[in-house]
């Protein structure tokens, strides 16, 4: 009995403790990781582009609606020496007949890789970008979504211009449009996240991923990689995959610049946006292991440092203020990190939701991932 009492100061600290190196790690992923992109001064490539001749790719299956609303931004960029290659994957709606009247109206720029359904084969989407690529006449190659709009009509410029001494992999922003409703708020956080991630681990000399919808290359290093064939056997991962395996701390560049932001329709339902990111999960497990370390330790820290947080605050409610005050210190540093980010995401309005979009982000992200790791994925879309 004197024994156990010897000891129940020390069981006491321990969860404090525990909470403590938490939020250690915590505060070094928003300090030490964003902070990296928080102070990083935005800038303009525009006038280095040096008229680099590009090539636009953009795979569709069953798009006429966005081919109609977003293919005019692209065709009418404000850029002297470019093609877009559109290619249509077993489409059975309007789409082809949508891309001839573009052909028509741009013979110069613009051209249609067709891919027919084979009755013994399912094409991926890395089967679609490889056709495009190939059939690509230019060394530069710039990705987007048939869904995607370019905030600009200086997107080819800002890409171009980033083309310059060692770099050949373009990293840039793609945030979804504003809309009502929290699944919409959840979405613009969730990419907020996901981009201030990526960036700031670019800017660090260790880019892990990018996004297909604003994704620029050389053909030389996809061929010098050899495409996607180390991933091949996985629907997705034609964007973060093939980054985590090709991007260097020497030729990654990444595009900030408002000019070069390219925004994208957000799923509308919970259903479709689950599926999304069982996707991404998906991917996520063919990363480098120094990659899946890092990124398991920020999200099993947050995920840890809300339950123990809950569990000190129910377990000992006279000390209430200690895990509160480590609450309070993470959120403060949240909120002037992600502050200066935001401004440059052009995302301000998502400011104050932090608290609440922060502890569903994780949790929700966790119990994806959990559930979709090594689900068999069935479609690129």
Known sequence: MLQL???????????F????????????????????????????FQDRAEEKALSVIICAHNEQENLKAFLPHILEQDY??????????????????????????????????EIKEHIRLKNTKKFAVTMGIKAAKHEHLVFTDADCQPLSNRWLAEIAGAFTNEKELIVGYSPYFKAQGFLNKLIRFETAHTAMSYLAYALRGNAYMGVGRNLAYTKGLFFRGKGFNKHMHIK??????????????????IVLHPD???????????????????????????????HKRMLATQLLSAVLFYILLAICIATYPSLW????????????SQLIVFGNIYK?????????WIPLLDLFYYFYICINGIFNRTKKQTSWK
């Open 5 to 15: 009492e010897q000891f129940s100061p020390l069981l006491l600290h321990i969860p």
């Open 321 to 332: 203020f200690i895990p509160l005050s480590m609450y309070f210190i993470r959120l403060i």
């Open 236 to 253: 997705s991962g034609d964007d973060d995959l093939f980054v985590n395996h090709n991007a260097t701390p020497r030729n990654v560049q």
């Open 344 to 352: 440059k995401l052009e995302l301000r309005g998502l400011l104050l």
């Open 17 to 44: 403790g525990i909470l403590a190196l938490l939020l250690v790690i915590q505060l070094y992923y928003i300090c030490f990781v964003y902070g990296k992109l928080a102070v990083y001064k935005v800038e303009s």
């Open 260 to 290: 070069a932001h390219v925004a994208s329709l957000p799923k509308t339902t919970w259903k479709s946006y689950y599926k999304q990111k069982g996707r991404h999960a998906g991917a996520s497990v063919l990363y480098k292991p120094k």
């Open 80 to 113: 002297p020496n470019f093609e877009v290659v559109v290619v249509d994957d077993c489409s059975d709606d309007d789409t082809p007949w949508i891309l001839k009247d573009f052909a028509n109206q741009y013979p110069e720029k613009f051209k249609i890789v």
